[in-house]
């Protein structure tokens, strides 16, 4: 069976020991008074609550799936509930802003609880979490009216949000969009149209739901130019602020998906429904995309959660199934067998995925520190430069950390052998959940194609020499640390890959167009790892320096898998640079017709 | 929507072209008379079938499933008929011998017949499938009586067979079994027991059943060493060979799987079941490997079936689906956006597809032609030189060719975007298909195991030195053809590669027990990436001969597609070369407890 206990330990390893967040705290305005104890506390209270109320439904969600009848969804048995302890308890609301009813806490604090939330039960984390993306984008973006009118209900939960972008014939390219906002006299627009992949569109949590829609003005300028926003509520509001007359905005049919069956996924049909304007006419890409690029560091860490829970349910199943015996002699001799756990190729398996979990979570826990930086710090440079920062690494943690969480969830459910197989056992539904992270809020290759064309070349490529110069810094300070060299050596050869391939990227470029896309993953990929490398350096020598007297074996633990990583997943990048400097040639060959 | 058309032409140029077969078969005993004429005869037929009967069930199968009740199974609708056609038309009889009514062709052919029908419908072919693991484990083992008894019938696909080994404690390590056999005084059995994960273990196709089953008689040596395999069909055959009075021997539960929906995965419950042994008592195992070592290169054929549905399906999306537009300058002006095809990164995932998908069909072949020089070379020591290159290759087909098809079969889901997670689109049924492939008739993990464990040692590392020299030789053999050089320099850099694993792992092995598990499985892909450069560098060679006057572009598409797999898939190795010599310390270091 799948098993999730909360790992607030490590939590907290990366939080106080590598990240030294409630001291970067201190500079921000208005989080200067969250402290360690604070933090510990959210730590500690969240993962109960995800150990004791949203895991035990996450395989039950998966088997009983949402129906849909008369345009209502029935979600799962239980997750109603589960839904209104996350909200009632504040979960969904901690880095809303005061104003609204939010808890006003940092980003860094909110990612750390989403983890564990989307470990235990990701089907059900993505209603509150679309909810989420439609705040920011209001927050953002809204007129002041609309924000004090709808805010404080969403961000108690009473209502939900969704995201209405998709098309059938359009997700990528949303220029291609048909739907269509008709202006009214009042000021507010009918909307007409058909979007598919609604998170949420309906359900049975709450009183009312608030769609954003992207939809077209007739007349407007042609494809992404002419794409506006709205605000579109199932029941319209009325003078006191409660649901009123029905907006003709329905559920049409739910998904049958491969995976997340506990969220219903909606095609939404909007017959002349009721819209308000949220930010400028024909400017609905840039609201749009404020939301975007939080949700996709949130579904990078999605991918991870996966990984997270496949991992401590395969190395509790390696550490109880027995099955042949240890190449070095038996360990439990007087047993018909060994634990599975002697084997060194399941070893593989876990300690592949415990290397990409623990350093995924210290570089997404890293990225969103950055983005309280650039939201909260008094100096408008230093916010700056944490958006930069963001900006650039945001393809790199929702593709390259849900790559490695789906992989890893699939070495996890290998630990299983047949088993891993069998829907009893729970891993094949976390491969099946694991496995949208690499695909929605746009493919990976679609953020592969953010990074090399419009991340990279930012302010002359500028942004990413800054963040090569901070990984070369990083290095740097451990050089007088003989203890420090093994992972060193290594990660320097890494940087030195991911310089030659940006140096290569960047000038390529400028003669063949297909260049960037053609090495576009590839690239994307040697980033990660290299990201990951540099985490993994600064967990091995905050390991090193507390390692004396532990007597748990934590710090041991941290620097066995940093010497794992560097050694046996670092390597990976040699053969990605040469598949980058393979150019685009034998990729683009071929015609059309041949394939 | 899924698709699939039978690759007919690029069987028929490995084949006839790069194998040159006909002229292989003529110095075969008993194969001399296999043309060419037949050979295209046969794929078209077998193709028609497929494309047609097969694959129209493909989707419809996993939708309806498998249904118990009072311990009869219902097979999805359409599935019987399908059975009948594939069994009176004798496909599923190729190569079984003509004295049970089989048509005597080569292994060759029928694997060849097999992929169409692994494409078209995996779930389906798996019923016949394990019916000839069975007729394979009674030609070499059973008693003549045995054989005469009950091969014809399922040679004629009139009754099936099935394999029991697992059970739900022990899967790779059988020496833990429980099932029992009681010798009777008729000289019979009675045999107790549950086996679990059996395929066909019901159905409702045929008129009987005749189990395969594993079990310890009381009082034999402990473990693996007092197994014994027996005979136990559903009914008892009378005098005159019809079913008679039922066994004992009923299916207890279905299995809810990933995938492979329309295949009956039964839980197997012996309640005294009357069975006779097959071959010598507690030699049970080396039966059941003789039958094993061949399903493990349908396995990994299995795996590259599915990639390549995957692939076809991916590629005709990609050519219609408009989204965006190329990066040097739209192809399709006069509409709103460009086909997929367009995008360097979508063209990625489907080059990587083809190049494994078409080296992997020439390499699998290339295996089946040495099964039939074993099987029926005149020369005894040609015969067991095609055994040895068998017994090495077998765990590299196997975990290899159904990794790379799986992870392709992702990689076309991919292509789809959201479409690809939803059901109705087909793409991940073929990825909840794949993955078992990896898993079972012993998991990849496993196969490695194999290989660097049993078949690298075999004669002291001779077997695998005859194959290095033979890619080494076929490196020579283009030496002075220009044309050649950028397919052979990258081929000789992997051979180095493969050759330096090959001396570090062996050496290690002597000092450092756990050395060899620790590298198994980047070894044995590393041997499968060689392998596969191996068949690109003899694609390119025909490819180059004939391509002078062929204006079809398959011989142009070939050198493309080699070009690629040499210049963006085969640099993997210098990681995999890496990984491997970086030992099994960091792998071995943790305590279970630190897991």
Same mark, same amino acid.
């Given at each position: 069976m ?72 029935t ?38 609880? &989403? ?37 404080p ?58 769609h954003?829609v ?27 602020g ?18 997340i069956?506990?969220? @219903? ?14 930010? &400028? ?23 991870? @959660?996966?990984?997270?829970? !496949? ?6 199943? !390696? ?10 002699g038996?360990?439990n001799?007087?047993?018909?067998a ?47 430069a ?41 891993? &094949? ?42 990984l ?6 451990h ?16 940087l !030195? ?22 090495s ?58 040469? @598949? ?16």
């Open positions: 799948a098993t999730y206990a909360a790992p607030v330990r490590d939590l907290r390893f990366v939080l106080h020991e590598m990240l030294d967040v409630s001291n970067a705290f201190s500079e921000l305005e208005g989080l200067e008074a969250v402290s360690d104890d604070l933090l510990d506390a959210i730590l500690e209270e969240a993962g109960k609550l995800c150990e004791n109320v949203l895991f035990p439904l996450y395989q039950k969600g998966d088997e009983a799936g949402c129906t849909l009848a008369h345009a209502q969804v979600s799962p048995p239980g997750f109603a509930d589960a839904y209104k302890a996350l909200t009632e308890g504040g979960w969904t609301a901690l880095s809303c802003a005061p104003e609204y009813g939010g808890q006003g806490l940092p980003e860094t604090v909110k990612f750390a609880v &989403e983890e564990m939330i989307c470990s235990a039960n990701m089907a059900l984390s993505l209603y509150p979490g679309l909810t989420h993306g439609a705040y920011r984008a209001l927050t953002g973006y809204a007129s002041a009216a609309i924000k004090d009118f709808y805010l209900k969403m961000v108690s939960g009473e209502w939900s949000g969704t995201m209405c972008l998709t098309e059938s014939h359009c997700g990528t390219d949303l220029g291609l969009m048909r739907t269509r906002a008709e202006p009214q006299d009042d000021g507010s627009f009918l909307i007409s149209g058909t979007k598919i992949f609604i998170t949420g569109g309906e359900q049975d949590f709450t009183d009312n739901i608030i954003l992207l939809a077209k003005i007739p007349g407007g300028p042609p494809g992404i130019r002419g794409v506006s926003l709205f605000l579109v509520p199932k029941f319209l509001p009325d003078a006191d409660d649901p009123g007359a029905r907006n003709p905005v329905f559920c049409g049919a739910l998904e049958k998906k491969m995976g069956k506990g969220a @219903s996924t909606c095609v939404m049909n909007f017959e002349g429904a009721r819209g308000w304007l949220v930010g &400028e006419q024909n400017k609905g890409m840039r609201a749009m995309f404020s939301m975007m690029n939080h949700e996709r560091l949130w579904v990078g860490m999605q991918g991870l @959660s996966l990984g997270v829970t !496949a991992y401590q349910s395969a190395a509790e199943y !390696a550490k109880e199934r027995v099955q042949g015996r240890s190449p070095s038996p360990v001799a007087q047993g018909s060994d634990p599975i756990i002697v084997h060194p190729d399941v070893r593989r398996m876990l300690m592949t995925t415990r290397a990409y979990m623990e350093g995924g979570r210290a570089l997404y826990l890293w990225v969103a520190s950055q983005l309280d930086r650039a939201a909260h710090h008094p100096d408008p440079q230093v916010r700056a944490g958006d930069k920062r963001v900006a650039l690494l945001t393809p790199v943690v929702k593709a390259f950390l849900s790559d490695v969480g789906t992989e890893s969830a699939i070495a996890c459910q290998q630990v299983f052998g047949g088993h891993g197989y069998i829907r009893e056992w729970g891993m &094949e539904q976390i491969v099946r959940d694991a496995r949208i992270t690499q695909i929605y809020e746009g493919t990976n290759g679609v953020q592969a194609m953010d990074l090399v064309g419009r991340k990279l070349p930012m302010e002359g490529g500028a942004v990413m020499r800054d963040y090569l110069d901070e070369r810094a990083a290095a740097d300070s050089a007088g640390t003989a203890a420090m060299v093994e992972f060193i050596a290594p990660f320097r050869s890494a !030195a890959r991911l310089e030659e391939a940006f140096d290569w990227l960047m000038e390529r470029a400028a003669t063949d167009p297909s260049a960037p896309g053609a576009a993953t590839e690239f994307l990929r040697l980033m990660g790892l290299t990201g990951l490398a540099h985490m993994w350096v600064a967990a091995a020598a905050t390991a090193l320096e507390k390692m004396e007297g532990d007597n748990t074996g934590f710090y041991a633990a941290k620097l066995t898998t940093a010497r794992f990583f560097m050694q046996r997943l670092l390597p990976q990048g040699m053969a990605l640079l040469a @598949s980058i400097r393979a150019g685009s040639e034998s990729l683009m060959a071929l015609e059309a017709e041949a394939f």
